[in-house]
């Protein structure tokens, strides 16, 4: 007895020393190092690159992931000299984390623009002006060009990496609650005063308007950028927009609080409401649109579209921002593996990859080639050209790589209390926010 | 001289041999030990102390950001009502006060008075009502909160729709109104931690010895009598216990609010003018924004709220050894 006694207390003192070893073995280095994992074996004479690559999470399960080990397919059987690709999904918070507390980084990862600058101050980010610069013009031509901007500004002879998908604000329209509101579907409102005249009308009929979007900055804000004034830049430290730009939103936020139910647009109520046509308006992201399809899959009566946001005037950008992603390599100090993953995220960013993951996912994506063919092919889905034309004639989320957070969080705290009434003054709220966004950013 | 050197050399070998006695009596305790003790100091105490240390320093996320000595500058910013910082970091003190005082107590109360319902069943029921009543504590947080934003949704939702009907947040967005906000998290804290303290407040009522009760009922003590006056007094070691962990987990909040006020790293963090925003929540926040001198801040605030747990738990031992001596 005691001898078990004794060899289960070495069992356990081992288990844990293992563990502990476990803990620290992962990290090549100390804390800031940004150096990635190299496992044994992955130095490529002989074996070959393991190239492992952060992806978010929804993009390594379903029809994302096998997209993605497709390429990672195709590319091996192209590139002797890597032997692997790994993909790991993360949430975003924890691919920025990841990169913040240094130590085990991949060779490649996926983030959003508006964490750029985050991630290329966190981490020695490989600089790919020289692929791009090598890369056949077909390539560079067909890669969205603003983004490539954002990617290429900060500073100027540096290419953090290459653009790959895009998202935005959506207006879903229940049709049979407008129909029934006497409101002519098949005409989209020209300006938000117009759609405000449908906001009436649906009220008067009894139906709930609009769920309460004050849970989220990104989705009330989306009654405040159709402003041909509102430009969004980072200069001398300042945010370039300015007061005047926001206010004529706010006075609308001011109008659009009283079509607000109580429920937040998050809730599951809201979906519900919307699909037992009971809510005639939503604002959210494309990603609503799979509850939606499916929920009218079961129900035929059930029927509803997507519309870009009007703008303030006529023939003025949609009221919409768009968030965009990209996709980066961190620098191993190993040309052959920094080749090998620069080559890989080129191979995925080229047209025909695009076409396959914008047709795929209905999500847009950065390659201007891929997706004009993909928008205006009747066989694409619907969502794909709605979002296109949205992504085109709007305003960023944010000042990528210069500017750590949206502008629409320095505006929250206003943009809220103007929908809830508890602020009045649009001019002063408008005043409060730009301060907001260049003490913040 | 000699003679010294020899006792010298003496003296040594009997240090050794104290040493070795020592360790043979002794060693195997400390190895037992070593685990907790290495696993403790790497995981624990060093990230606390360098946490300290880097709170006096403008310290960032940035590769080749310069990391330099500011003394008390960051607690300065986050104790500050003249920064943007420091009124969101006392917004979400003054936040976490209110729940504190509210969620502890009243935790406390339904814990006990659900362990003594429980106690009086004996049996297969007994372990039922246990089952049952812990259950909501192994959902993860953001499952029940994600249950309860569901049962609190405003018009639809079951419970909100019941309470409605009583008067009771008629049309309100429970999540969006300050207040309100606040019962639906301390409804949520309830529901998720009394099954805890419950066990554990059970587990104690079983050390309580028989012979206690029965000369009671002899002399014709109620049920009631016997809990004010055998139950309670007997469990104070389990209540100090219970209450010292409620007072830490409470001070701690974090995942619940964050979910319910839809909070967002990269985005608003507890909703309009911080109305939901708890001290853990504004440290995440400031880990993740990146800004210059962020990460030293964030361990300012850190810091600022351990010392707070500590004053606290440190209050109630006090009170608890004062009390002892009295006794």
Redesign the interface.
């Known amino acids: 007895m005691k001898k078990m006694k004794r060899i289960l ?1 070495l069992v ?2 081992l288990v ?2 293992a563990g ?1 070893a476990a803990c620290g073995g992962g990290g090549t280095s100390g804390a ?1 190092s ?1 150096t990635p994992a190299e496992p044994a074996g992955s130095q490529g004479s002989g074996e070959g690159y393991e190239l492992t690559m952060w992806l978010f999470q929804d993009w390594t399960v379903g029809t994302a992931a096998e997209i993605f080990n497709t390429w990672a397919d195709e590319y091996i059987a192209q590139h002797p000299e890597v032997k692997s690709i790994t993909f790991v999904g993360k949430p ?2 924890e691919i ?2 990841g ?2 507390a240094g130590g085990s980084l991949p060779d490649m990862f996926a983030i ?1 623009f ?2 750029g ?2 991630i290329v ?4 980010i490989l600089n790919l002006q020289p692929y791009y610069d090598a890369a056949p013009e077909e390539y560079k031509n067909a890669l969205n060009a603003d983004a490539m901007k954002d990617l290429m500004t900060n500073p100027e002879g540096t290419c953090w990496g290459l653009p790959f998908t895009a998202n935005c604000q959506l207006l879903y329209r229940n049709l049979t609650v407008l129909e029934a509101c006497g409101v002519d579907t098949s005409k989209r409102p020209k300006t938000l005063d117009e759609l405000l005249e449908q906001f009436a009308a649906v009220q008067e009929n009894g139906y709930d308007v609009l769920p ?1 979007l ?5 989705v009330t804000s989306a009654f405040v950028c159709g402003n041909p004034d509102l430009k969004v830049g980072w200069e001398n430290g300042e945010t370039t927009i300015t007061a005047e730009a926001l206010e004529p939103g706010y006075e609308l936020l001011k109008e659009v609080g009283q079509y607000s ?4 647009f ?4 809201a979906t ?2 919307f699909t037992s046509d009971k809510l005639a308006f939503t604002v959210h992201g494309p990603f609503l649109n799979p509850n939606l399809e499916a929920a009218a899959q079961e129900n035929s009566n059930f029927k509803y579209d997507a519309i870009p946001m009007p703008s303030q005037v006529a023939g003025g950008p949609y009221s919409a921002s768009y968030g965009n992603e990209w996709l980066g390599v961190v620098d191993s100090k190993d040309q052959g593996r920094n080749d090998a993953a620069a080559g890989f995220l080129m191979y995925i960013t080229d047209t025909e990859q695009m076409k396959t993951f914008c047709r795929e996912m209905g999500r847009p994506v950065m390659n201007n080639d891929a997706m004009d063919e993909i928008a205006n092919d009747p066989e694409s889905p619907w969502l794909l050209s709605v979002c296109n034309e949205i992504v085109n004639n709007c305003v960023n989320q944010a000042v990528p790589f210069r500017c ?3 502008w ?2 320095g505006c ?2 206003s943009m ?2 103007l929908w ?1 009434g ?1 602020l009045t003054d649009a001019k002063a709220a408008a005043e409060d926010s730009i301060a ?1 966004i260049n ?2 950013a | 001289m000699a003679n010294t050197a020899a006792k010298r050399v003496t003296g040594q070998s009997r240090g050794k041999t104290r040493g070795r006695a020592f360790w043979r009596k002794y060693g ?1 305790h400390y ?2 030990l ?2 907790f003790v ?2 403790f100091g ?1 995981f624990i105490l060093w990230p606390m102390l360098y946490g300290l240390v880097m709170s006096f320093f403008d310290w ?6 310069e990391i330099s000595f500011v003394g008390f500058e960051n607690f300065k910013t986050v104790l500050s009502e003249g920064t ?1 910082q420091g009124k969101r970091f006392l917004t979400s003190l003054k936040n976490l006060s209110l729940f504190v005082v509210l969620v502890v107590p009243l935790n406390l109360i339904f814990a006990t008075v659900i362990s003594l319902v429980i106690n009086q069943f004996r049996g297969r029921m007994h372990n039922f009502l246990r089952g049952a009543f812990f259950m909501p504590y192994v959902a993860p947080f953001f499952l029940a909160t994600g249950v309860w ?2 049962l609190m ?5 079951l419970v909100a729709v019941l309470l409605a009907k009583m008067g009771i947040g008629e ?3 429970w ?2 109104t300050p207040g309100y906000f606040t019962a639906l998290l301390i409804i949520i804290d309830l529901w998720r931690a009394i099954g805890f303290n419950m066990i554990i407040l059970t587990a104690g009522m079983k050390n309580i010895p028989n012979d206690l009760y029965e000369a009671s009922t002899i002399d014709g003590a109620s049920t009631f009598q016997q809990w004010i006056h055998i139950t309670i007094p007997m469990l104070e070691p389990v209540l100090f216990f219970v209450v010292v962990n409620c007072f830490i987990g409470a001070i701690q909040t974090y995942d619940i609010p964050w979910v319910l ?2 909070s967002s ?4 963090i507890g ?3 911080a109305f939901a925003s708890y001290p853990v929540m504004e440290i995440v926040g400031n ?5 210059a001198g962020n990460l030293g801040r964030a361990c300012a605030e850190g810091f600022v709220l351990m010392l707070i747990i500590f004053a606290i738990t440190l209050l109630q031992i006090v009170y608890r050894n004062c009390k002892n001596k009295d006794n």
């Open positions: 207390s356990l003192v844990m020393a502990l800031g940004s975003d918070t920025v984390s990169f913040m959003q508006l964490n600058k985050r101050e966190s981490a020695n309460n004050t849970a989220s900055d990104w139910a109580a429920y937040t998050l809730d599951q109520a519900d409401a750590d957070m949206m629409e969080t929250a705290d809220f209390g809830d508890s907001m003490e913040n | 195997k190895l037992g070593a685990p290495v696993f790497v960032s996320t940035r590769t080749n950001a943007q934003l569901w949704s405003a018009d639809t939702g049309g309100v967005t999540r969006l006020s839809n790293a990269v985005g608003v909703g309009k003018n880990v993740y924004s990146g800004k």
